[in-house]
T-cell receptor, first 114, second 111 residues
Framework: DAGVIQSPRHEVTEMGQEVTLRCKPISGHDYLFWYRQTMMRGLELLIYFNNNVPIDDSGMPEDRFSAKMPNASFSTLKIQPSEPRDSAVYFC????????????FGSGTRLTVV | SQQGEEDPQALSIQEGENATMNCSYKTSINNLQWYRQNSGRGLVHLILIRSNEREKHSGRLRVTLDTSKKSSSLLITASRAADTASYFCASPLGGSYIPTFGRGTSLIVHP
C-alpha cells in the first residue's frame, strides 16, 4: 500500500481564495482524520470520519472550513475564503478499528495564505 | 485541549547516548501512542502501549506506562543521528478512542 496520500504537498494562495486539500486513506481503514499543525497550537484535530460519516467536527475552527468524504477512498478539506491565519501544515491520517493499532499519517499539505 | 504533554521540550545528545522523553496525561486512557516526526514530514507511528501494560519494547525503543502517575516514557537506546526528530505522545481524551497529541519533544542527536 502507498500509505495515506495527500495533495497538493504545497499550496500558496491569496487571501480570500478557496483552497481544497485532498486525501486518499489506506484501503480498508474506516477512520479518517484531518489535523492542523502550527508552531503556536501544535497538532490539532479538526474533524474525523468513521465509515465516511463525520463523527466530530468540533475542532473545525470556523464556518469557513468544511470537510467531506464522499466515499471510502477520498476526502477533502475546503477553506473558503482563506485567511493568512489559516497558514499551517494540514495532515490527513487514517486508521482501522478506532486507532487501537495506531494511525497512519500522510505527508501533509503546507498551506501558505498571503 | 491537549491531553498529553511531553517533557523536555528539547533534548540534545551525542550519538550512542540514550534519550529519554516523558509524557504526562490528564484523564484515564485505554492506550497511549508514541509518534516520530522528521522535519517536513508526517508523523510516523512508533509504538502503542495499552493501559494494562507496563512496558513494551520495539527494537531500540522502550516505552513504559504508569497509570497511577498518568505518565509514560520513551527511551531510545544507543541513539543515532537518524533519530533526530520530534517525538509526540498521543492519548485519548476522556472516554474517547481518538487520541490528542502533545507539543512534542525535539530530539537532536549529534554525530
Amino acid at each position: 500500500d502507498a500509505g495515506v496520500i495527500q495533495s497538493p504537498r504545497h499550496e500558496v494562495t491569496e487571501m480570500g481564495q478557496e483552497v481544497t486539500l485532498r486525501c486518499k486513506p489506506i484501503s480498508g481503514h474506516d477512520y479518517l482524520f484531518w489535523y492542523r499543525q502550527t508552531m503556536m497550537r501544535g497538532l490539532e484535530l479538526l474533524i474525523y470520519f468513521n465509515n465516511n460519516v463525520p463523527i466530530d467536527d468540533s475542532g473545525m475552527p470556523e464556518d469557513r472550513f468544511s470537510a467531506k468524504m464522499p466515499n471510502a477512498s477520498f476526502s477533502t478539506l475546503k477553506i473558503q475564503p482563506s485567511e493568512p491565519r489559516d497558514s499551517a501544515v494540514y495532515f490527513c491520517a487514517s486508521s482501522g478499528t478506532g486507532g487501537n493499532y495506531g494511525y497512519t499519517f500522510g505527508s501533509g499539505t503546507r498551506l501558505t495564505v498571503v | 485541549s491537549q491531553q498529553g504533554e511531553e517533557d523536555p521540550q528539547a533534548l540534545s545528545i551525542q550519538e550512542g547516548e540514550n534519550a529519554t522523553m516523558n509524557c504526562s496525561y490528564k484523564t484515564s486512557i485505554n492506550n497511549l501512542q508514541w509518534y516520530r516526526q522528521n522535519s517536513g514530514r508526517g508523523l510516523v507511528h512508533l509504538i502503542l502501549i495499552r493501559s494494562n501494560e507496563r512496558e513494551k519494547h520495539s527494537g531500540r525503543l522502550r516505552v513504559t506506562l504508569d497509570t497511577s502517575k498518568k505518565s509514560s516514557s520513551l527511551l531510545i537506546t544507543a541513539s543515532r543521528a537518524a533519530d533526530t526528530a520530534s517525538y509526540f505522545c498521543a492519548s485519548p481524551l476522556g472516554g474517547s478512542y481518538i487520541p490528542t497529541f502533545g507539543r512534542g519533544t525535539s530530539l537532536i542527536v549529534h554525530p
